[in-house]
């Protein structure tokens, strides 16, 4: 017969866990010490970033808002000045009121005769529906319509134009590149 006990059968088998609990509470403390802290490391890395961002679109707005001549040309006292003459001013029309609403604005812009006079309305049309009422697909209208008008010089951006604009010359530019690429 053969002997069915292992001599190794009690070395491998699992021992019973006899663990202090003391030891168990002082794992279990630490543990939460060091997750609560991962927690507020995590919610204060958010908080920075957050601050960063917004700190950053203050400091682009004011750059944006207070503009800087580049190179402002600082008169020299060395160089003699020639004193102007006086020229009459050459007779003009009257000069009309700025209209005082958008649809006015817009009314007038499609009876002028001068595509420059146009734009000009067309463009102040626009900007009095977007600031002043808020309405923003009239708005994007009146843009387009001031873009037919002013001819490809105005597809400049330039700082003082609001966002939507902006946003309109974009995507007349983008329409342009593409046709151009398209062979169109």
């Known amino acids: 017969m053969i002997d069915?006990?292992?001599?190794?059968?009690?070395?491998?088998?699992?021992?019973?866990?006899?663990?202090?609990?003391?030891?168990?509470?002082?794992?279990?403390?630490?543990t939460e010490g060091v997750l609560k802290r991962r927690?507020?490391?995590?919610?204060?890395?958010?908080?920075?970033?957050?601050?960063?961002?917004?700190?950053?679109?203050?400091?682009?707005?004011?750059?944006?808002s207070d503009p800087k001549p580049i190179n402002s040309v600082q008169p020299n006292s060395a160089v003699p000045t020639q004193p102007q003459r006086e020229t009459s001013p050459a007779p003009q029309q009257s000069p009309q009121p700025e209209p005082k609403t958008a649809a006015s604005a817009e009314l007038l812009a499609e009876q002028a005769t001068d595509r420059g006079d146009s734009a000009?309305?067309?463009?102040l049309a626009g900007d009095k529906y977007l600031?002043?009422?808020?309405?923003?697909?009239?708005?994007?209208?009146?843009?387009?319509?001031y873009l037919g008008h002013a001819g490809d010089d105005a597809l400049q951006?330039?700082?003082?134009?609001?966002?939507?604009?902006t946003s309109v010359k974009n995507a007349a530019f983008q329409e342009k590149y593409d046709d151009a690429n398209r062979g169109g």
């Open 4 to 30: 069915e006990s292992d001599d190794l059968e009690s070395l491998l088998a699992p021992r019973p866990a006899i663990v202090p609990a003391q030891l168990q509470e002082s794992i279990r403390r630490r």
């Open 39 to 64: 927690r507020i490391v995590r919610r204060m890395g958010k908080v920075g970033v957050v601050a960063v961002v917004f700190a950053a679109g203050v400091a682009f707005e004011r750059s944006i």
């Open 120 to 123: 000009r309305l067309y463009r």
């Open 131 to 145: 600031n002043d009422q808020q309405d923003y697909r009239n708005a994007a209208r009146c843009y387009r319509l």
């Open 157 to 165: 951006l330039q700082l003082t134009e609001t966002w939507l604009l």
